[in-house]
């Protein structure tokens, strides 16, 4: 099986570098976004300059962009996946999307002769690159099974969620947890560190109680030492995924006062140049523009 990968960024590099390792042929699409890829062209991946291009040569194609507006212009777009699909050819978007999109892109898809599954990923860059992502799978069974030897080279748990659409729908779930659990850790952090606590004081009472988890772990060194590194995901994009949960909830399918609340959180801190930090450095931010 060939594989073709469009996007690859922080999470796509460490995707495609296991793809490698895995064995597969690995065509790339050539973006002035993508991060370093000498290690990768050294291991024998190549380039291609177009989604059409990429399509034309592969088997299964695996999209890592930034959010449903890349995922349509590089299906749909000029020289886009879909205009050069190969019949039976597996589109998986590891991408964070909207639901509603993904299914008109996977009906899209389905047209042209593919198949599509939604796989966006859980955890972070340096699982991507030690081929230990969780993966949450929406699309037919028979699909994923053929994807399968590919999805396995870089995750360490693939849970199949439910059809087409469900894979993004329970990403957003998480994220808005994962998310609103590190902005309500970082305000405190901030606010105990304005109120004279000493940093190791509040982890080690957080630790003991209620407040441990992996969320306070990643927000470690950014508390003690002011090092965000551990957690590589911009406000921006947490904004976007933020904004995403709330599109999908709607005003009338259910409750999401409180997804409102963390995302105006987030965005009241902003200012220029804020929106690419990593989100631990929320917990300067909530300090204000004179801390």
């Given at each position: ?212 988890g992996i969320t306070l772990e990643r927000l470690r060194n ?27 909830v709607g005003d009338d399918k259910g409750s999401k006062i ?34």
């Open positions: 099986m060939r594989v073709g990968i469009i996007g690859v960024g922080l999470m796509g590099h460490g995707i495609a570098l296991n793809v490698l390792k895995g064995g597969f042929p690995l065509i790339m699409l050539d973006h002035s976004g993508n991060q370093p890829i000498d290690d990768l062209i050294e291991m024998g991946a190549k380039t291609i300059d177009s989604p059409s291009g990429v399509a034309n040569e592969t088997d299964l194609i695996i999209l890592c962009v930034t959010g449903s507006p890349e995922v349509e212009a590089v299906l749909t777009g000029k020289l886009g996946v879909i205009s050069s699909l190969k019949p039976g050819a597996i589109v998986v978007d590891c991408t964070t999307a909207l639901p509603d999109s993904t299914e008109r892109m996977a009906e899209l898809v389905i047209a042209a002769g593919g198949r599509f599954l939604d796989a966006p990923m859980t955890r972070l860059a340096k699982q991507a690159h030690e081929g230990t992502l969780n993966i949450l799978v929406g699309g037919e069974v028979d699909v994923l099974e053929a994807a399968l030897p590919v999805l396995e080279t870089f995750t360490e748990n693939i849970d199949h969620v439910g059809a087409v659409g469900v894979g993004h729908r329970m990403k957003l779930l998480h994220n808005y947890v994962s998310i609103g659990h590190l902005t309500v850790l970082a305000e405190a952090a901030a606010n105990a560190a304005q109120m004279g606590v000493k940093p190791q004081i509040f982890l080690d009472v957080l630790t003991k109680g209620s407040g441990q950014c508390i003690l030492k002011g090092d965000t590194s551990d957690v590589p995901f911009t406000i921006r994009n947490a904004i976007k995924d933020m904004n995403y949960y709330r599109d999908m409180v997804a409102d609340s963390i995302s105006d959180a987030m965005t009241s801190t902003l200012g220029s140049g804020d929106e690419d930090a990593y989100l631990p450095e929320l917990i300067r931010l909530f300090q204000g523009p004179t801390k």
